[in-house]
């Protein structure tokens, strides 16, 4: 997607070898028009594909699964990290590894809002490792939910998320930036999605 690959250009900056930051406009302050676009075409590239729900995991997930289930019209439930006294304990659950953060958190979604009537869009902000992308899988696979496919916002493609992901069984992934390489702190892109 070009307007997306432009602002990482513009605004994104590679912190350390393999980090970027885009917290000016993804994952911090928000710029709710780009997000918007980037909802239309998540509709765009799952369409006809009977999406009935989206799932995501909190924080930075939320923001771009929202404007997909805008542009889809259908809800959007994110697995929380933490254990929040109204969570019920009636949850799925599965645990991601952070290798950015290197600490493990269990991730949940309360039963009530997963069933196997249903077929998810999994989103999120980064595929890195993969970790969260498996973690929803696993979510979704104990509710005998469908998994439609995944939509990333930003893939970083010399990281093994993606095989790890295909190795898990996903189809159907779709980045809407795909990064090849950091070369001297510039961002260079493999190719823009179809
Ligand atoms: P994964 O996202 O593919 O599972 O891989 P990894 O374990 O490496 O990522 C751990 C966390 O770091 C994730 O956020 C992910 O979005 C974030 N991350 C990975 N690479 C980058 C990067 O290059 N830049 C930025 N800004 N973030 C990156 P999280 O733990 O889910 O945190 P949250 O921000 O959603 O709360």
Same mark, same amino acid.
């Given at each position: 997607?070009?307007?997306?690959?432009?602002?990482?250009?513009?605004?994104?900056?590679?912190?350390?070898?393999?980090?970027?930051?885009?917290?000016?406009?993804?994952?911090?302050?928000?710029?709710?028009?780009?997000?918007?676009?980037?909802?239309?075409?998540? &509709?765009?590239?799952? =369409?006809?594909? #009977?999406?009935?729900? *989206?799932?995501?995991?909190?924080?930075?997930? !939320?923001?771009? +699964?929202?404007?997909?289930?805008?542009?889809?019209?259908?809800?959007?439930?994110?697995?929380?990290?933490?254990?929040?006294?109204?969570?019920?304990?009636?949850?799925?659950?599965?645990?991601?590894?952070?290798?950015?953060?290197?600490?493990?958190?269990?991730?949940?979604?309360?039963?009530?809002?997963?069933?196997?009537?249903?077929?998810?869009?999994?989103?999120?902000?980064?595929? &890195?490792?993969?970790? =969260?992308?498996? #973690?929803?899988?696993? *979510?979704?696979?104990?509710?005998?939910?469908? !998994?439609?496919? +995944?939509?990333?916002?930003?893939?970083?493609?010399?990281?093994?998320?993606?095989?790890?992901?295909?190795?898990?069984?996903?189809?159907?992934?779709?980045?809407?930036?795909?990064?090849?390489?950091?070369?001297?702190?510039?961002?260079?892109?493999?190719?823009?999605?179809?």
């Amino acid at each position: 997607m070009k307007a997306l690959e432009q602002r990482i250009q513009e605004d994104g900056r590679v912190i350390e070898p393999d980090i970027l930051k885009v917290d000016s406009f993804l994952n911090h302050q928000i710029d709710p028009v780009l997000m918007q676009e980037m909802g239309k075409e998540f &509709a765009r590239l799952f =369409a006809n594909q #009977g999406v009935t729900k *989206i799932l995501t995991v909190e924080a930075s997930g !939320i923001a771009p +699964a929202v404007m997909a289930g805008l542009a889809l019209d259908v809800p959007v439930v994110f697995a929380r990290k933490s254990k929040s006294r109204i969570l019920s304990d009636d949850a799925f659950t599965a645990d991601v590894y952070s290798f950015t953060k290197q600490t493990s958190n269990a991730i949940r979604i309360d039963k009530r809002f997963l069933s196997a009537d249903d077929h998810v869009l999994l989103i999120d902000d980064f595929l &890195a490792n993969g970790q =969260a992308l498996l #973690g929803l899988k696993e *979510i979704a696979d104990q509710a005998g939910a469908t !998994i439609v496919g +995944a939509g990333i916002v930003i893939e970083k493609s010399f990281q093994p998320g993606r095989q790890n992901a295909i190795d898990a069984g996903l189809e159907n992934i779709h980045s809407l930036a795909r990064i090849a390489v950091f070369e001297d702190g510039q961002v260079k892109f493999v190719n823009e999605e179809a």
